[in-house]
Structure formats: C-alpha cells, structure tokens
C-alpha cells in the first residue's frame, strides 16, 4: 500500500508540472500573437457607415480664398487690357509728354437747360472760383507761366485726340484764368467745324476767323470783347463754304503774329487732332500745345496717334491735361463734355 501511494504522489507532481508547462507556453503563443495584430476588442458590432464631415467653417474660408484668387487674377487682366489713360505715368511714360495739371469733374448744379449747363462748366473759375475745378485751372496758369519764363510761349493751341474731352471748357477756363492774372488775353475758337465759344460766352458768331481768313476783314474788327475784364473773343465766323486748309495758308499766320504782339496770351481752341486737319496746320503756328485728355475714356493708342500727328510737323508739345479724374461720366443724363456729333466724321471724310 505504501508503495503504491508513493507512485500515484509521483505521478501526481508529474502531472501538475506538465499543466504548468502547457500554461507558461499558452501564455507565450498568446504574447506572441497579440504583438504580432494587435490586441482589438470588439464591442459593438457597427449599425451603419457614417461618413465624415468638413466643418462650415474650414468650406466658407476656403471658398473665399478661392473668390478672392479669382477677383485678383480678374483685376490684373482687366488693367493689363485696359488701354485708357488713368494716371500720371500713363501720360509722362506712355506718351512722353509732363502732366501739366489734373482737372477734378465738374459737374453742373440746378435743373436748367443745357445751354445754361455748359456754360456754368466752362465759366467754373467765373462762377465758382473757390472750387477745386478753379484752383486746378490756376496750376494749370501757374505751370504755363513757368514755361514761358524760360521759352517764347504767347501763342498757346489747346486740342484734344477726339471729341468729348473737354478741351473747349479747359481752354476757356485757362483763358479766364489768364486774365485774372491781370494779362490781356484772346481767346480764338479755330474750330471751323463745330464752334462753342461764341454760344458759351454769349456774343455773336460772326465776324469771326473765317471772315478774316478768307474776306480779308481787319483782325480787330472781328475781336469782341467779353464781360472777364482782360479777356477778348474771336469767334469762329459763318462756315460759308470755306475750305479746311485755310488755318495754314500765310494770312493765318500774319493773324496770330499781330496778335501774339497785341496781346500777353493767345488761346487757340481748336478741333480734335484725329477728326480734322485744322489742328495739326495750326499746331505749327502756334508757339506751344496742350493736349486734353479725359481720364477713364482716352485710349492711349489714339492719344499716341494724335502725338504723331503732332510730331510730323514737329510741334512744341509743351504738356498734356488730364480731365476728369475722378472717374468716367455716367452714359446718361447731363454732363459737361459736350460731343461733336457726326459733322467731324463728315469733315474728315
């Protein structure tokens, strides 16, 4: 018997190291496989697919930025393929030529008709001499004056490359501004095509230029005095027929010789460049020019053609105007650039 309970203590303690050895390597293949996947628990098994959402918020800015990027590149193509003149380096790098003086718009005031509208615009250093239209038209005096210290500038020629620039009420204000100077100024409408100054400063038409030019009549005969003290008129007189080369035959330029020794300033307001001759013939008798530009509306490809226009005959190009800086007119209702109408088309034709 007590052989027997000795064998199964044995085989007992035999059996309890082999458990502990199944144990320890259970233990083991457990280790091993957990490093080898990864220990995952499964909870709850999933309903259904719930896919992520982009916050509001990050989708608004983004979509801004990209607004923002598309209005910039809109803005750089529009300005790289917009050829009109805004700004002083479009005039002095563009064209070559000093800005002698920016002119703010000047607007009408009242319900009045339109004649009345024209001439308070062209009258603005008249009837508003404390705006800032009459101060720019006074640096525009003061900048000439300075010209015509250091060259022979009495016989100034205002024009423009086509029509609705306002050079007509640029050189009337400049006239008027002249004779506030206390200088003895003419002002000569060598429009021959479409005359304003008779109308805007209420005296007759004719005798005007062409009477002088083609009948013979005395220049002085023809000058008409104004209600500006120091400021006189020659109108530019009944078409009659008279042909358009007649500005550079030599009694025009008899004309302007004893008037530049009558007068202190001699104003020419003639046609645009670009419609007519007139200008170009005259450019030549005159000691200097002024180019008219509006800001907003001149292309700078015709105001360059204008330029040589100017440059074949070799005219004294001493500056140029920037009208309307602040911006382009409305397409409707009452402004103070006054068109042309089809006759220059005529006329060129």
Known sequence: VQVNETMLAQSAD?????????????????IAEAAEVGQVEIVDPPIRAIP????????????GFLGL??????????????????????????LRVPLLATIPRIESRGKTSEGVKRQQVALTTVKDARSGGSEAFRQLRTNLLYTAEHEAVRCILVTSAREGEGKTSVAVNLAVSFAQQQLKVLL???DLVRSRLAGLMNRAKTPGLQQVLLD?????????????PGLSLLAAGSDGGAPFDAAGTERFRAILRY?????????????????VADSAAMSVLADGVVMVMRAGST??????????????????????????????LPKSGMSYY??????YSDASA
Not at 14 to 22: I, K, T
Not at 216 to 228: C, G, K, M, R, S
Not at 338 to 343: A, E, L, Q, V
């Open 14 to 30: 035999a059996l309890r190291e082999q458990a502990s050895a199944l144990r320890t390597e259970y233990q083991r293949a457990q």
């Open 52 to 63: 992520l959402r982009t916050p509001a918020t990050r989708v608004i800015l983004f979509a």
């Open 69 to 94: 990027l598309a209005g910039a590149g809109l803005l750089v193509g529009r300005e790289m393929m917009d050829r009109t003149i805004r700004s002083r380096s479009n005039i002095e790098q563009g």
């Open 188 to 190: 000569i409408d060598c």
């Open 216 to 228: 013979n009549l005395p220049p002085d005969a023809a000058v008409q005095p104004t209600d500006i």
């Open 259 to 275: 008037f530049a020794v009558t007068y202190d300033i001699v104003l020419l307001d003639s046609a645009p460049l670009l419609a």
């Open 299 to 328: 292309k700078l490809d015709e105001a360059e053609e204008a330029m040589r226009h100017l440059d074949a005959v070799h005219a004294n190009v001493i500056g140029a105007v920037l009208n309307d800086v602040d911006g382009c």
């Open 338 to 343: 006054y068109g042309y109408g089809p006759r």
